[in-house]
């Protein structure tokens, strides 16, 4: 069941140029309607008008979600707020006729994302689900929705799952920006044909796999990492940080770069690696001078840069290349390199990977 790889996360992890594509199969090309996804019909008015998005998930998903914010207000110019469940269930949200609630989860079995779904739905709102598990409890819930179609995922950190949610968002966002007349003709077909580079390009970053082996030899014995990142990059530096955490149990955070300097940076010393992801054209200086600040603490530098990249592979002590590509899209490759990073990190520490301690698969009681 592993097919030949010593862990289901490995597998997963790997598997994502193929769960990737069979999330757009269908449903995304250069012929009108350009971008379907099955289910939404009915709703198209509802989500094509809606006055705001409320993104409600937990946990990786969670992060999944904070890129959708990035992309539907970059590409669709539309508001967005991203909860935690746990939250949303317990507040006392504003939450109306005209909001679309959007539940990210891949098991469709959290308890506290179908209760904050229950209570949004009392209010009015419609609730719209992006489930990986076919037929779970939130797909049953929700008035519409897409699965993004990744097949089962045994191992408990979640990889395959995420990346598969972000896709799904992207193509709503995209989708949603045309209709919408937010984005130019000429920009949407660039990026449904980026879209449908980003599995070769997925495979690509695989094959810096052993590089990143050699990375992780040299940090697994550090108590602490630091992730940063901006943009549509700073969920990825979360996910970076929880994903490290979880399997390997070194402590780990995820920040915006540029918060780093109100209060973590006193955290740096030659003791602390940073993992930098540094791939966005937008704020390229920027990121170059928070590496800078690192390296004057002696902090080690990770940085994942895009192909070709210079200037910071020469300040980082270790750099990974990923392909180029529409800086709204780089979260589907960035992601991959800290996915194998922490994998073989918790390798080399004897950790049980697709069984970490405390951790379920599902956590159907809040
Ligand atoms: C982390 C992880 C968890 C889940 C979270 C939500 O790798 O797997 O943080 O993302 O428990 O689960 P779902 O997506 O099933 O609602």
Not at 265 to 281: H, Q
Request: aromatic share 6%; charged share 25%; glycine share 8%.
């Amino acid at each position: 069941e592993k097919s030949g790889y010593e862990h289901f996360m490995l597998k997963e992890i790997h598997q994502q140029p193929e769960t990737v594509a069979d999330c757009m199969r269908g449903r995304l090309s250069h012929e009108s309607p350009y971008i379907r996804l099955g289910g939404v019909e009915e709703y198209d008015k509802t989500i094509t008008n809606a006055r705001r998005f409320i993104i409600a998930a937990c946990g990786t998903s969670w992060h999944a979600g904070l890129i959708g914010e990035y992309l539907f207000e970059d590409l669709a110019r539309i508001p967005v707020e991203v909860e935690y469940a746990s939250e949303l269930r317990y507040r006392n949200p504003i939450i109306q006729e005209g909001d679309v609630v959007i539940a990210l989860s891949q098991s469709g079995e959290t308890a506290d994302t179908l209760a904050a779904l229950e209570m949004a739905k009392a209010k009015g709102a419609m609730i719209y689900g992006v489930v990986n598990v076919v037929g779970s409890s939130i797909s049953r819930l929700t008035d519409a929705g897409s699965y993004i179609h990744a097949g089962p995922e045994i191992g408990v950190a979640s990889t395959k799952a995420f990346t598969g949610q972000v896709v799904l968002l992207t193509m709503m966002a995209i989708s949603l920006g045309y209709k919408r007349g937010r984005i130019p003709n000429s920009y949407f077909h660039k990026l449904i044909t980026e879209l449908q580079n980003i599995p070769g390009k997925i495979e690509k970053v695989l094959q810096h796999e052993e590089q990143i082996k050699y990375i992780a030899n040299e940090i697994k014995d550090r108590h602490n990492a630091l992730y940063l990142g901006r943009g549509f990059n700073f969920p990825v530096a979360l996910e970076g940080a929880l994903k490290l955490k979880e399997i390997s149990y070194i402590h780990a955070e995820g920040y915006p770069a540029a918060e780093m300097k109100h209060g973590p940076i006193a955290l740096i010393d030659e003791e602390m690696p940073v993992i930098v992801i540094a791939t966005n054209k937008s704020a390229y200086e920027k990121i170059v001078s928070n590496i800078q600040e690192v390296k004057a603490r002696k902090g080690m530098v990770i940085a994942v840069v895009t192909e070709g990249d210079e200037a910071i592979s020469k300040m980082a002590d270790y750099t990974i290349e990923i392909p180029d590509t529409e800086e709204p899209l780089t979260p589907l490759l960035s992601v991959i390199p800290l996915q194998l990073l922490s994998y073989h990190i918790a390798v080399m520490r004897g950790c049980n990977v697709d069984q970490p301690r405390n951790l379920a698969k599902s956590v159907t009681v809040e």
